[in-house]
């Protein structure tokens, strides 16, 4: 009895914290295409961090944790505005300009 009671209360308690993710992920989104951003630079026509920076180091400046950072980038990556590669990420194009970042990054 305990047990279903306790497997019943983690299954609501996980269906909630999707639920909250789900409401946080579009600002969350945004917080990390920011802060993606703002550690680039301009290198060869291409905006790149380098070298690459962990979902762990972008958690803690953007006060999240890393699972979820981790899921954004994973979208970014999926949505072809962001590819990682073993020492840098790069950024695409499409990712700057929704975030109005193309000047500042060229003047780098």
């Given at each position: ?28 989104y ?78 780098k």
């Open positions: 009895m305990c047990l279903k009671f306790m497997h019943a209360m983690a299954t609501r308690v996980h269906h909630l914290t999707r639920k909250v993710e789900s409401l946080v992920q579009p600002e969350l945004d917080r990390v295409a920011k802060t993606l951003i703002s550690l680039s630079k301009n290198n060869d026509g291409m905006v790149v961090i380098e070298p690459r920076i962990s979902c762990n180091d972008i958690s803690k400046m953007i006060g999240s944790n890393y699972e979820v950072v981790n899921n954004v980038m994973k979208k970014m990556s999926l949505e072809g505005h962001i590819h990682r590669q073993h020492d840098r990420i790069v950024i695409n194009e499409p990712l700057i300009r929704e975030h109005g970042y193309s000047s500042q990054i060229n003047a």
